[in-house]
């Protein structure tokens, strides 16, 4: 695929993707490999709303990101697994070692009883096994949910619940830092409760003691490598499904967000290349043949768990036919230098990272950076939230040594790849801006009504007014959820959920999110989510969560907790609160602070006024606004007197 090399090149191509916007998609998704072409392009109405790419397009997206490179780099790394233990010997799993490895889970799933259009949940550490599996449910049609190994049995089983997923693929434990971590016992009390799953694969990773139940699991070791190591691929319809992840939303529980192949393919490989300019003509010799000065390497230090690792760790990197980094570590672990190191040793080239680890690293001293060169660096990259200015200068001070350009990319789990973002080295950047959108992404701002906002130095809540590719195609199981939560607040628009931006160069930056749901380190988290487990405890009458300002987590999670009178011990009561968090979602949703308050600010039709208790959490009490409309004005003084 032919890459944009100049700003004036992506001007020109961004104009041709608004002005012909068929041709342009038609023109980048020839170079991929279809068994039968598409005979439309693009049906869309966002109403219904209803998305349809590249459609009677058949083809398997593996053999894209696989079996297509095969002729000229099976050679080739795909991977470098870099353990959580550094004196783990790396394993480098070659574009070969990959094809042959994901069909024999390919052929073990299927001799399992999986087929096409079946649900796979993977609950899996970052061991290259977990994306093994994911492309080999890809190969036999089979949709894959990946639920993030740090979810707890209850958030687990509901997600398994939600799409009826017939096998679970998981490990005995992990490791993350200095800790083991339980898995498979966690998969054992989520099935209690989980019907529909028939059979359980576990891949010895710790050799930790675990439960076997007979006729239900099975051992990897014992059957995948018995499996043969071709597997044709199922031929897919563009539009089939390729995976669920769920992800939270401004209400109820987490949502199960669809993406289909076609579409997910074309625009994940395009924006891979584009945003990250790695270098193709070199990616697409054969790594014997490489100048070894010019090897490129990505990493991105995602879990496959979130959609950055489903796009920019699984999919895109590989369908570019790119060598990455996997890594089941934790930047801080054995100290703070782990990323550093590891970038050193591998010679990484692009670094891609979250704004909260980099914040993290920041706060521990340039003494943890100091040993190391980073000199192969290029790239550096950042993704999850908005990246403070002074986080950026830092990075780009210390860790890009002021030649490395730093893409600031903006996306979601339903954009399922970047939609804003300046192309490294080739289109402007700017400290704390995600600046352009790519080609084909029509981005606009709009006020409360739903009024477009015109013109630069402008605010307002970003909405997207055309498809592109790899957006969400559904919500699980549940139509009118994906039109209520997205295309409803404003007629005939994609509404992101976030507040924005656009400076007097038409820069776009994302000031964060609009709605009800947290960004909490990266990782998104609906306040309804939080509040719904704490109110699980038995001495919690009601409870208001909102995010406030943390300065390494980026946001906090602030929860105002209503307790009998009579519930004295209220440390102890916090404790208990945290500990029926982690039950209930898992150690990212453990609120920081819990304030115990008598009442919460509620209108007369029994709303929670949230914007008064952000205030609050952020510390501002200065104006909070008119108060006269609450049923009992006089709550708010005892809040923010009892403020922590
Ligand atoms: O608020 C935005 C923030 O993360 C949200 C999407 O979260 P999730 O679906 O978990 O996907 C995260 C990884 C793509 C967005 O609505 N966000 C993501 N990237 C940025 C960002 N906010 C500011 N700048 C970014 N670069």
Not at 141 to 148: C, E, K, M, R
């Amino acid at each position: 695929m032919k890459t944009i090399t100049s700003f004036e090149q992506y001007k020109a191509d961004y104009k041709k993707s608004i002005e012909d916007p068929e041709t342009f998609w038609t023109d980048i998704a020839n170079d991929f490999l279809w068994k039968q072409k598409w005979t439309k392009t693009l049906e869309w109405n966002f109403d219904s709303p209803e998305v349809k790419w590249f459609i009677d397009g058949k083809f398997n997206i593996t053999e894209n990101a696989i079996d297509r490179h095969l002729a000229t780099k099976a050679d080739k790394t795909a991977f470098i697994w870099e353990a959580n233990d550094e004196n783990h010997l790396p394993r480098k799993i070659t574009y070969q070692n990959l094809h042959d490895e994901v069909c024999k889970i390919a052929n073990t799933l299927k001799s399992l009883g999986i087929n096409k259009g079946d649900r796979v949940c993977i609950y899996m550490p970052m061991i290259p096994e977990a994306v093994f599996a994911m492309l080999a449910c890809a190969r036999i049609g089979a949709v894959h949910s990946v639920v993030f190994a740090g979810f707890s049995a209850s958030a687990l089983a509901g997600r398994i619940q939600d799409s009826d997923c017939k096998i679970v693929l998981t490990t005995d434990g992990a490791y993350r830092g200095a800790k083991d971590i339980v898995i498979k016992a966690l998969v054992d009390e989520a099935l209690e409760i989980c019907p529909s799953v028939q059979k359980v694969l576990v891949y010895k990773h710790t050799h930790s003691a675990i439960n076997i139940i007979e006729g239900r699991d099975v051992i990897w070791q014992d059957v995948v490598p018995n499996a043969l190591s071709v597997c044709e691929a199922e031929l897919m319809d563009s539009e089939d499904v390729l995976f669920i992840l769920y992800t939270s939303g401004s209400t109820g529980k987490p949502k199960g967000v669809v993406h289909t192949c076609g579409g997910y393919m074309v625009y994940t490989c395009y924006t891979f290349q584009n945003v990250f300019q790695m270098d193709s003509s070199v990616s697409s010799l054969p790594e014997g043949e490489m100048p070894k000065a010019e090897r490129e390497l990505f990493w991105c230090t995602a879990d496959v768990g979130w959609i950055t690792g489903h796009s920019y760790i699984a999919y895109g990197p590989l369908l570019a036919g790119a060598s990455s980094i996997l890594f089941e570590g934790v930047p801080t672990f054995p100290d703070a230098g782990r990323f550093w190191k590891v970038i050193d040793k591998h010679k990484v080239t692009h670094f891609y990272t979250a704004p909260t680890a980099i914040r993290a690293l920041e706060a521990q001293g340039l003494d943890f950076v100091k040993p190391y060169k980073l000199d192969t660096l290029k790239v550096l990259g950042s993704v999850g939230e908005p990246i403070n200015e002074e986080a950026w200068q830092w990075y780009h001070k210390n860790i890009g040594k002021e030649k490395c350009p730093i893409v600031d990319t903006w996306w979601q789990t339903e954009t399922g790849g970047i939609l804003i973002s300046s192309l490294a080295g080739v289109t402007p950047s700017k400290p704390s801006f995600a600046t352009l959108p790519m080609p084909g992404i029509q981005p606009l701002l709009v006020d409360e009504k739903g009024n477009e906002i015109l013109g630069n130095n402008v605010e307002g809540n970003l909405c997207i007014k055309f498809p592109w590719p790899s957006m969400i195609r559904t919500t699980y199981g549940d139509h009118n959820r994906c039109k209520q939560e997205y295309f409803s607040t404003y007629k005939g628009l994609y509404f992101t959920g976030d507040g924005c931006r656009r400076d007097e160069n038409g820069f776009y930056r994302i000031t964060g999110r609009v709605d009800d749901v947290m960004n909490i380190s990266g990782h998104r988290i609906g306040t309804a989510e939080v509040e719904s487990a704490i109110n699980m405890h038995i001495d919690v009458v009601e409870s208001a969560v909102v995010g406030y300002p943390h300065d390494i987590k980026g946001q906090g999670i602030y929860a105002f907790v209503i307790v009998p009178s009579t519930t004295k011990n209220h440390d102890s009561l916090r404790q208990e609160i945290i500990a029926e968090v982690n039950k209930i979602i898992g150690p990212i949703a453990k609120p920081d602070k819990i304030q115990i308050v008598t009442g919460l600010p509620k209108t007369r039709s029994g709303k929670i006024m949230r914007r008064i208790l952000r205030k609050v959490a952020e510390g501002d009490v200065s104006d909070l606004g008119d108060t006269s409309t609450l049923l009992d004005p006089s709550v708010v003084d005892e809040i923010v007197n009892g403020k922590i």
